[in-house]
T-cell receptor, first 111, second 114 residues
């Protein structure tokens, strides 16, 4: 099925460890996004990529980096994980009147 | 600065009754709004949208109303079903179309009791 695929689905990190969250879409969308969801905070934009080769900061970019590897793939990297980065992370792409298509999320716990 | 606000964290209704979920916004430049539905362990999925040139949009059991003067929109679900139990987010794109960066509200957890 066409859509947005995120890996991994779950991850536990120790403080200071690094990891990369992977995201790929097969809908030929130009724009891709990374959001985090925290209780009572809704979905907050971390980084986005309006098109291949471009990336921009969102509302909460500190502690994260991104790479738009090609039109399909947009990865999110935590260089030195902190407990405050415990969250559920969603990747999304957009290209139509329905707004975003989201992946199923990555639940990250930093201990 | 929370530009899109959902002030009710949760809502509980009986099956068959109406559910009304509310959303307020502060940015008068917003002219397109979307509602997303999210089940546990899944990503949000698109539910319904409305353009500011309309004050109502209906899709089956779901109707969204927009009051531009009050900067307020609401989602009505009639009749509510247990399968509607989920988190509902309202959202608005920065660019005034469905393609832009979306700003989301905090979400409202809807529970529909059988």
């Amino acid at each position: 099925n066409a859509g947005v695929t995120q890996t991994p689905k779950f991850q536990v990190l120790k403080t200071g460890q690094s990891m990369t969250l992977q995201c790929a879409q097969d809908m030929n969308h130009n724009s891709m996004y990374w959001y985090r969801q925290d209780p009572g905070m809704g979905l907050r934009l971390i980084y986005y990529s309006a098109s291949e080769g471009t990336t921009d900061k969102g509302e909460v970019p500190n502690g994260y980096n991104v790479s738009r590897l090609n039109k399909r793939e947009f990865s999110l990297r935590l260089e030195s994980a902190a407990p405050s980065q415990t969250s559920v992370y969603f990747c999304a792409s957009s290209g139509g009147a329905r707004g975003y298509t989201f992946g199923s999320g990555t639940r990250l716990t930093v201990v | 600065d929370q530009q899109v606000k959902q002030n009710s964290p949760s809502l509980s209704v009986q099956e068959g009754r109406i559910s009304i979920l509310n959303c307020d916004y502060t940015n008068s430049m917003f002219d397109y709004f979307l509602w997303y539905k999210k089940y546990p362990a899944e990503g949000p999925t698109f539910l319904i949208s409305i353009s500011s040139i309309k004050d109502k949009n209906e899709d089956g059991r779901f109707t969204v109303f927009l009051n531009k003067s009050a900067k307020h929109l609401s989602l009505h679900i009639v009749p509510s079903q247990p399968g509607d139990s989920a988190v509902y987010f309202c959202a608005a794109p920065a660019g005034g179309t469905s393609y832009g960066k979306l700003t989301f509200g905090q979400g409202t957890i809807l529970t529909v009791h059988p």
